[in-house]
């Protein structure tokens, strides 16, 4: 099974990243404390003390949804 990653970030601002794939925003991130990951859906959220483990959290979300919608 080939994995897809089309997810691209994008800093928005000194404390927030957001996630897009195919032209659309997935997710945000925002540095408050710590770094809080939220979907666009709320599917997917956490609290993070790094970046790239909030970025980390929601590329395997998006990696294991595309395969699923592969099968």
Partial sequence: MAHRNDLTWRQDSDATWSAWADGRMLARITL????ELESEDGSVRGSHSALGSAQAQL??????ETAVGEA
Avoid: C, H
């Fill in 59 to 64: 590329e395997a979300w998006y990696q294991w």
């Fill in 32 to 35: 408050q404390r710590q770094y």
